[in-house]
Nanobody
Framework: VQLQASGGGWVQPGDSLRLSCAAS????????MAWFRRAPGEEYRFVAG????????YYGDSVNGRFAISRDDAKNTVYLQMNSLKPEDTAVYYC???????????????????WGQGTLVTVSS
């Protein structure tokens, strides 16, 4: 299984970005997916998660109302739309996939088995 994250970059406060994570090696339509981020010197923090059905979405407190997670099972891809970006959103963003089908969304990074390589988001004026 490989996860390829993309879409990061440098933006100014208030701008938007959309991250993508393409999965290969497994059909992930029966798996929940999540995004985490890690700023320098910090641990992985849960950003957003989406159930395998796509019906439930969960967000970290700091991004709730600004970010939106979605999935396209036909493309084996999960997205993270990030709006109203703030300097404190600066981090490397990772997509993550658990090893079990039908697992519930977890905010604990240790529940995830497969990780993308990360894509850097820098928010600065």
């Amino acid at each position: 299984v490989q996860l390829q994250a993309s879409g990061g970059g440098w933006v100014q406060p208030g701008d938007s970005l959309r991250l993508s994570c393409a999965a290969s090696g497994r059909t992930f339509s029966r798996y929940q997916m999540a995004w985490f981020r890690r700023a320098p010197g910090e641990e992985y923090r849960f950003v957003a998660g989406i159930t395998w059905t796509g019906r439930q979405r969960y967000y970290g407190d700091s991004v709730n109302g600004r970010f939106a997670i979605s999935r396209d099972d036909a493309k084996n891809t999960v997205y993270l739309q990030m709006n109203s970006l703030k300097p404190e959103d600066t981090a490397v963003y990772y997509c993550a996939l658990p090893n079990e089908r039908y697992a519930s969304v977890s905010e604990d990074y240790r529940a995830y088995y497969y990780w993308g390589q990360g894509t850097l988001v820098t928010v600065s004026s």
